[in-house]
Nanobody
Framework: QVQLVESGGGSVQSGGSQRLSCTTSGYTYKNYCMGWFRQSPGKEREVVALLDDRGITSYADSVKGRFTISRDNAKNTLYLLMNSLKHEDTAMYYC?????????????????WGQGTQVTVSS
């Protein structure tokens, strides 16, 4: 049984930093995609940052240069370091995982999802 559990959300002031963590268990794909997604009220879920088993990362244009995705394989934990936070980064952030397809990782249809963690940036 695959489980993804996010933590690290909360309230932060604009310009501040926050690190999200996603601890995974039961996930055994050799070729995988893992990533962070977010959704705010009235908006569709969007890709924030992705990482695959080869270490290749990709980011939404809105977070490039501010957010960094990484993974600690020994701890089975995925991270999202968020710097220079803006009010528009306020959203529920989700961790997700799936096998890596020939088309890559950039998609919304992931198989495994965490429950989400709320990030609120006050201006």
């Amino acid at each position: 049984q695959v489980q993804l559990v996010e933590s690290g959300g909360g309230s932060v002031q604009s310009g501040g930093s926050q690190r999200l963590s996603c601890t995974t268990s039961g996930y055994t794909y050799k070729n995988y995609c893992m990533g962070w997604f977010r959704q705010s009220p009235g908006k569709e879920r969007e890709v924030v940052a992705l990482l695959d088993d080869r270490g290749i990362t990709s980011y939404a244009d809105s977070v490039k240069g501010r957010f960094t995705i990484s993974r600690d394989n020994a701890k089975n934990t995925l991270y999202l370091l968020m710097n220079s936070l803006k009010h528009e980064d306020t959203a529920m952030y989700y961790c997700a995982a799936d096998s890596r397809a020939a088309t890559g990782c950039w998609r919304l249809a992931y198989t495994y999802w965490g429950q989400g963690t709320q990030v609120t940036v006050s201006s």
